[in-house]
């Protein structure tokens, strides 16, 4: 009896097994997988360029620290190299370093294999140190691959799965060659900054990010032949916005926001911030608070305005307003509560950033729990997105 039974349900237990693996594969399969395979010459550059990264701004009789290594200098005309000194210093007229005074514009490079030590941090490429009326521009030249390498790092950073690392490389990448190619009339093309891109001179990029961006070296996003802005934040909360509604202009379609889901387990998915009453009035110059109104919201829930009684009359303040009102503890203007509570401004909210584009923890669990692959990812992102090649590598 024992044998026979254990004859008959072997088969039945591997149909069965057979059918739950077919049903969770189908579960879990990405949904359009295929509207990004192309990756079409878009040729943009005819080779990798260099990018512009406005590294800081020194104002008269401030100085920062320069590189241990010798520096070959090159300043309008003359070369040479230089021992390397502790501070570089612009006292408004000339800019000093050590005994040398160099003039400018000059371009500083290290020494051949290492980074520039300056600051506080190490940065890739050469200094071109530029005059504007009375500050100093410093501004790092860097081939663009390079850039990208310590730009993933600071974005994402090895802690992402390979597939999310490979897809912020190429949101990255798309958002600073449009930069290269929309800059042209200043002397840089990316800050340092969440303004722009970040990129850190005290973390240097792992073997981890250098991977994911030498495997989609020259791959950017397009739409309709045009190169498509790859912007990208922390976590949407649920659903991404319209490039529109976050920064005005016209919205494409890549970037006219879609239901998220996937990064509930991040950090700052949900939130909530408390801030003194006295302190929210101060950053509002409201004078003193008596009480909040009517709020209005977006097409996506987020917070477009809300009346603040004042003492001298009721205030119209917009979202982004009340969310600096509110403090770093406000993480979007995803505001789905605000209240007065005794002398506190209370409010809950969803997502961190501003919510276009990428959802950078949505695609590291889609990543890393799924395995959706890059381009899974940025279709589902960038819908109608195409990946194209913007030099021949
Ligand atoms: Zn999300």
Not at 303 to 312: G, K, T
Not at 358 to 373: E, K, M, P, T, V
Request: proline letters at 5%; one cysteine or more.
């Amino acid at each position: 009896m024992r044998a026979r039974r254990g004859k008959s349900s072997k088969p039945v237990l591997i149909v069965v097994l057979l059918c739950i693996a077919a049903l969770a594969a189908l579960l879990y399969s990405p949904p359009g997988r295929a509207p990004i395979a192309s990756a079409a010459a878009l040729d943009l550059f005819p080779a990798e360029p260099e990018i512009r990264v406005l590294l800081r701004v020194l104002k008269t009789g401030e100085s920062l620290r320069i590189g241990s290594k010798p520096l070959a200098v090159s300043a309008a005309g003359s070369q040479g190299t230089l021992a390397p000194e502790s501070l570089l210093e612009w006292n408004g007229q000339q800019l000093v370093m050590g005994t040398a005074a160099l003039r400018l514009p000059a371009r500083i490079a290290p020494e051949a294999g290492t980074r520039l030590e300056l600051g506080d941090g190490r940065w890739p490429g050469e200094l071109e140190v530029l005059q504007d009326g009375a500050v100093l521009r410093l501004i790092l030249r860097v081939p663009f691959e390079e850039y990208l390498a310590g730009v993933v790092q600071a974005e994402m950073g090895p802690t992402f799965a390979d597939a999310a690392l490979e897809a912020q490389a190429i949101a990255c990448r798309s958002y600073a060659a449009n930069q290269i190619a929309t800059q042209k009339s200043r002397a840089w093309d990316v800050d340092t900054t969440q303004l722009t891109q970040v990129l850190r001179g005290d973390r240097q990029p792992g073997r981890k990010v250098r991977r994911a961006v030498e495997l989609t070296r020259g791959l950017v996003l397009t739409w309709n032949g045009r190169l498509l802005e790859g912007v990208f934040s922390a976590v949407c909360g649920g659903r991404t916005r319209s490039s529109g509604e976050a920064f005005g202009g016209t919205t494409v379609p890549p970037l006219s926001g879609r239901e998220c889901g996937h990064c509930r387990a991040a950090p700052f998915h949900e939130w909530s911030a408390s801030r003194d009453r006295t302190e929210v009035a101060t950053a509002l110059g409201c004078g003193e608070i008596l009480g909040l109104g009517a709020m209005t919201f977006t097409q996506t829930e987020r917070l477009a305005s809300v009346v603040v009684h004042c003492q001298s009359g009721p205030v119209d303040v917009s979202g982004s307003r009340m969310k600096r009102a509110l403090g770093t503890a406000a993480r979007s203007t995803w505001i789905t509560l605000l209240e007065m509570d005794g002398t506190l401004i209370r409010a809950n909210g969803r997502g961190h950033g501003h919510g276009v584009g990428l959802c950078q923890h949505g695609a590291g669990h889609l990543a890393s729990r799924s395995g959706w692959s890059a381009a899974d990812i940025l279709a589902y992102y960038y819908p109608t997105a195409e990946l194209a090649r913007l030099y021949t590598p």
